[in-house]
Nanobody, 127 residues
Framework: QLQLVESGGGLVQPGGSLRLSCRVSGFTLEDYVIGWFRQAPGKEREGVSCIRSTDGSTYYTASVKGRFTISSNNAKNTVFLQMNRLNPEDTAVYYC????????????????????WGQGTQVTVSS
């Protein structure tokens, strides 16, 4: 059974940084995508960023481009989300999720097409 476990959330002041981790286990496919999503109170879940396992290609939603960086350590089956210049609007529960990469397809953050999800980690940006 494929499992994803997030860690690294916490309380940070505006302008600060956090690094989230997503450890993935139980997968058999070699070509897959790990996405980061977030859900703020009273809002719908939204995609943040994703990375392909084989070539490390990445995709970011516009609101985090230039502030967040997604990366992976394949040897440790872990994907990271480095979040810099955080602001209160970044406050949310952050989830990582898994989807197989479709040959000829594109990186995306379509929530319904991600099959496996972690339990989430809370990120709070507040002074």
């Amino acid at each position: 059974q494929l499992q994803l476990v997030e860690s690294g959330g916490g309380l940070v002041q505006p302008g600060g940084s956090l690094r989230l981790s997503c450890r993935v286990s139980g997968f058999t496919l070699e070509d897959y995508v790990i996405g980061w999503f977030r859900q703020a109170p009273g809002k719908e879940r939204e995609g943040v960023s994703c990375i392909r396992s084989t070539d490390g290609s990445t995709y970011y939603t516009a609101s985090v481009k230039g502030r967040f960086t997604i990366s992976s350590n394949n040897a440790k089956n872990t994907v990271f989300l480095q979040m810099n210049r955080l602001n209160p609007e970044d406050t949310a529960v952050y989830y990582c999720a898994w989807t197989p990469y479709a040959l000829g397809g594109e990186l995306h953050l379509r929530i319904r097409e991600y099959d496996y999800w972690g339990q989430g980690t809370q990120v709070t940006v507040s002074s």
